[in-house]
């Protein structure tokens, strides 16, 4: 019996597994940041350093990791940038920048991705982080619904919420 309760452990810690590499493969493609919200304000102010305006995502499931390219603005005017991630252990994506950070994703829609990420800077101060993206320049309302609950439930006041698509004057690249 002790037997079968852990192969059936093995086989529900296998499907768990499974299911980023599932979600990943809708990840790949153009994005454009609409909403973040932080716990600090500081690091999505202007010229803070998650102030992002990505622009594209790329998976590479065999080797797990994952590209990010953005750009963020430093007095005004955009800097392009790309961060590579690695997919690690419970399915956090791991990448430094800024720090140390601790990414998930949440919600993958066709057009949208809710993406919470912890941060870890360079002094010890840890960041709570949220992103709602498109893969446009809109998004439905249910998934601006499900960010601002996510807000919420990582304890990030809904006046730290703030929208992007109005400020995001950077080139695409698609």
């Known amino acids: 019996m002790k037997i079968l309760l852990l192969c059936l452990a093995l086989v529900l810690a296998s499907d768990a597994q499974l299911l980023l590499p599932n979600v990943l493969t809708q990840v790949s493609g153009p994005w454009k940041t609409l909403y973040v919200s932080s716990n600090n304000l500081d690091k999505i102010a202007e010229n803070g350093p998650f102030r992002i305006y990505i622009r594209r995502i790329n998976v ?44 998930q994703i949440l919600d993958v829609t066709p057009n949208a991705l809710i993406g919470y990420i912890v941060n870890v ?47 995001d004057n950077c080139p695409n690249h698609e």
């Open 60 to 103: 590479d499931i065999p080797r797990l990791k994952i590209l990010f390219s953005f750009f963020v603005k430093v007095d005004g005017e955009c800097v392009e940038k790309s961060v590579e991630a690695s997919i690690g252990q419970d399915n956090l994506i791991n990448a430094h920048y800024a720090g140390g950070n601790y990414h």
């Open 121 to 167: 800077d360079d002094k010890g101060r840890i960041t709570k982080l949220a992103s709602l993206v498109g893969r446009g320049a809109h998004v439905n309302e249910e998934d601006i619904a499900k960010f601002k609950k996510l807000s919420r439930e990582k304890g990030i006041p809904e006046e730290n919420i703030i929208y992007l698509g109005d400020t």
